[in-house]
């Protein structure tokens, strides 16, 4: 089925590892997003991508990179991860900027 | 902070009966939109409501917005068990920053 996919679906991290979430949509769509999911704060923004080739900072950037390898896939980096990071992590993908259409199932990521 | 909060926190119900949660916002807006989350799942786009416009449905789903109040509901009418979950807004202000509330966690029992 079409969609957003994401890997892998959990993981447990222990303090200072690293580690790379990836994201990828087979729908063409120009622009992707990451967003982490915590209790009682929503969805907030860590990064978008509005085309192949271009990234930028969303509400909570710090701690985190991200590269759009291809237009197809979007991945989120953590390079040392901490306790604060753990988390439900949501990648989305839209046609054009600011509406995210699709989203994945998520990533629920726990570091100890 | 978020533009976009959610009202109540959290909402249970009978199956059968209807479901109103409401979404304020603080600034300016060019729409506002409402998303369906599955517990363990991804969010799932519901309906888009545009600034120039007051009222939208689809199927059971009933939007408002209210500018001048910087508000919006969201009705489901005749709510089924397969309608717990969770239930989010989304604003697009006028410089394009997005953003979502917390959430309206809503159970429906049989």
């Known amino acids: 089925n079409a969609g957003v996919t994401q890997t892998p679906k959990f993981q447990v991290l222990k303090t200072g590892q690293s580690m790379t979430l990836q994201c990828a949509q087979d729908m063409n769509h120009n622009s992707m997003y990451w967003y982490r999911q915590d209790p009682g704060m929503g969805l907030r923004l860590i990064y978008y991508?509005?085309?192949?080739?271009?990234?930028d900072k969303g509400e909570v950037p710090n701690g985190y990179n991200v590269s759009r390898l291809n237009k197809r896939e979007f991945s989120l980096r953590l390079e040392s991860a901490a306790p604060s990071q753990t988390s439900v992590y949501f990648c989305a993908s839209s046609t054009g900027l600011r509406q995210p259409q699709h989203f994945g199932d998520g990533t629920r990521l726990s570091i100890l | 902070s978020q533009q976009g909060e959610e009202d109540p926190q959290a909402l249970s119900i009978q199956e059968g009966e209807n479901a109103t949660m409401n979404c304020s916002y603080k600034t300016s807006i060019n729409n506002l939109q409402w998303y369906r989350q599955n517990s363990g799942r991804g969010l799932v786009h519901l309906i888009l409501?545009?600034?120039?416009?007051r009222e939208k449905h689809s199927g059971r789903l009933r939007v408002t917005l209210d500018t001048s109040k910087k508000s919006s509901s969201l009705l489901i009418t005749a709510s089924r068990a397969a309608d717990t979950a969770s239930y989010f807004c989304?604003?697009?202000?006028?410089?394009?920053?997005?953003?979502f509330g917390a959430g309206t966690q809503v159970v429906v029992t049989p």
């Open positions: 991508s509005a085309s192949e080739g271009t990234t």
């Open positions: 409501i545009r600034s120039n416009e």
């Open positions: 989304w604003v697009t202000d006028s410089w394009g920053k997005l953003q």
